[in-house]
């Protein structure tokens, strides 16, 4: 579908449209950037609009950085995953690590849970299977050290 030139250089459609995607789902700054720039709205108009959303509260950095570690916790993935993904958003590094930081993860459990509801509870018996694994939770984004934890016996296993 191709987007008909809307009020090009309209601010107040540019904000409404701002607004309609913040009201779907947390964004980051240049998630709505992109965004709006697909729709041909001038990068200074984007860029005012943006700025005031941030001035308001409608629009946070902060905000949507932790909804989203949240929903990725959700899905079991890794702390590697997140981050990449966090970056792809445009969400700095330093803001990245200290929200997980803060979220207080047991990361090697997390790989555990992972690896147990994907292949169940016994650790893999032969190096195939056990790489084939280790693939499967390095790809969720767990570093090796929790990977490697998460294919040991469980000591606290259900």
Request: charged fraction near 35%; hydrophobic fraction near 40%.
């Amino acid at each position: 579908m191709r987007h008909s030139k809307p009020e090009v250089a309209d601010e107040a459609a540019c904000k409404r449209t701002a607004l309609d995607l913040l009201a779907r789902r947390e964004h980051s700054r240049l998630e709505l950037t992109r965004k709006l720039a697909a729709r041909e709205f001038p990068a200074e108009i984007v860029a005012a609009t943006l700025d005031q959303l941030e001035q308001s509260g409608a629009l946070a950095e902060a905000r949507f950085t932790e909804t989203f570690i949240r929903s990725r916790l959700a899905k079991g993935q890794g702390p590697m995953r997140i981050r990449a993904e966090l970056a792809q958003r445009g969400v700095a590094d330093t803001e990245a690590e200290q929200v997980l930081r803060g979220a207080d993860v047991d990361w090697v459990a997390m790989a555990r849970a992972a690896r147990r509801k994907r292949f169940g509870g016994t650790p893999p018996s032969d190096y195939p299977e056990r790489a084939r694994q280790a693939r499967f939770l390095e790809y969720r984004g767990f570093n090796s050290s929790q990977v490697r934890a998460a294919l040991e016996l469980d000591a606290d296993s259900d």
